[in-house]
């Protein structure tokens, strides 16, 4: 799932109202770092996506815990309870949310795909039409809620000094990086999207180069419009969004299933 979707369900999850206190502010950035960090040059998904902390680190930074807190919503959201399985599935053998709800989406993407000119086989069409999903909920929780992403920008704005020191940090600790490395990608979301900060513009206009981008199309003002529509087409048929943060929610208060250190590889898309 993506961040404003991740940020809910942990509001949710630690009976946070829109504004956290401020010692756990950070918390918020920790549980994004998966998809926020690969948005910068230099991160992928595949480095991001794995929880092997090493000896000492997850002692030393206690908060790592909401990394893999991420990484368990995300293998929810694609395989269901049952969790990802040692051997790969085809998209249409994934049992979680967005890949159920991403069923109901497939004709979308590939009627889009044709007017788009955009060569699209089947199996291919369910892998984007989960992404599909996942950008369509952001956007739902976006206008239905719109301090859910207020919480996260006040994250990366407002926290104390000492906790963004702790949380580059601990990031780089797990990662194997250097603090430098974990500063550096701070406006990366900036640099990825454009205007951040006007809600609006991001979870439609700024998500559709998520799409554009996995179908190789340029970033021009006709194919905006166009994935803009697709995302509004995939929302109207996505009627359950919140029952899905209310499902995770339920899943995560079980933390002894879930939050110890043991290592965790996530579905990186």
Same mark, same amino acid.
């Given at each position: 799932?993506?961040?404003?979707?991740?940020?809910?369900?942990?509001?949710?999850?630690?009976?946070?109202?829109?504004?956290?206190?401020? $010692?756990?502010?950070? %918390?918020? &950035?920790?549980?994004? @770092?998966?998809?926020?960090? *690969? !948005?910068?040059?230099?991160?992928?998904?595949?480095?991001?996506?794995?929880?092997d902390?090493?000896?000492g680190?997850l002692?030393?930074?206690?908060?790592?815990?909401?990394?893999?807190?991420?990484?368990?919503?995300?293998?929810?959201?694609?395989?269901?309870?049952?969790?990802?399985?040692?051997?790969?599935?085809?998209?249409?053998?994934?049992?979680?949310?967005?890949?159920?709800?991403?069923? $109901?989406?497939?004709? %979308?993407? &590939?009627?889009?795909? @044709?007017?788009?000119e955009? *060569? !699209?086989?089947?199996?291919?069409?369910?892998?984007?039409?989960?992404?599909?999903?996942?950008?369509?909920?952001?956007?739902?929780?976006?206008?239905?809620?719109?301090?859910?992403?207020?919480?996260?920008?006040?994250?990366?704005?407002?926290?104390?000094?000492?906790?963004?020191?702790?949380?580059?940090?601990?990031?780089?600790?797990l990662?194997?990086?250097?603090?430098?490395?974990?500063?550096?990608?701070?406006?990366?979301?900036?640099?990825?999207?454009?205007?951040?900060?006007?809600?609006?513009?991001?979870?439609?206009?700024?998500?559709?180069?998520?799409?554009?981008?996995?179908?190789?199309?340029?970033?021009?003002?006709?194919?905006?419009?166009?994935?803009?529509?697709?995302?509004?087409?995939?929302?109207?048929?996505?009627?359950?969004?919140?029952?899905?943060?209310?499902?995770?929610?339920?899943?995560?208060?079980?933390r002894?299933?879930?939050?110890?250190?043991?290592?965790?590889?996530?579905?990186?898309?």
């Open positions: 799932m993506l961040t404003n979707c991740h940020t809910l369900i942990l509001r949710n999850l630690l009976d946070h109202g829109p504004d956290p206190p401020p $010692g756990e502010q950070d %918390l918020y &950035l920790y549980n994004v @770092a998966p998809d926020h960090l *690969p !948005l910068a040059d230099g991160f992928c998904s595949r480095e991001t996506h794995r929880f902390p090493p000896p680190a002692e030393r930074y206690p908060k790592l815990i909401w990394v893999k807190c991420h990484l368990v919503v995300d293998n929810f959201c694609h395989y269901g309870p049952g969790g990802k399985p040692a051997g790969g599935l085809s998209p249409a053998e994934k049992e979680g949310y967005t890949y159920r709800r991403g069923a $109901g989406i497939v004709p %979308l993407m &590939l009627e889009y795909a @044709a007017e788009m955009a *060569p !699209l086989n089947e199996a291919d069409a369910h892998y984007l039409a989960h992404i599909m999903v996942e950008i369509a909920v952001d956007y739902i929780i976006s206008a239905e809620d719109r301090s859910v992403p207020g919480t996260l920008r006040r994250a990366r704005t407002a926290i104390a000094p000492g906790l963004m020191a702790e949380f580059e940090e601990g990031i780089a600790a990662y194997g990086r250097t603090r430098e490395e974990i500063t550096a990608t701070h406006d990366a979301a900036e640099r990825f999207y454009g205007d951040v900060d006007d809600i609006d513009f991001l979870y439609l206009d700024g998500r559709t180069r998520i799409i554009l981008r996995k179908l190789r199309l340029p970033f021009i003002d006709e194919n905006v419009a166009r994935t803009r529509r697709l995302i509004l087409d995939s929302a109207a048929r996505i009627p359950d969004a919140m029952d899905f943060v209310r499902d995770s929610v339920e899943m995560l208060a079980d002894g299933a879930w939050a110890g250190g043991g290592a965790m590889v996530g579905e990186m898309e």
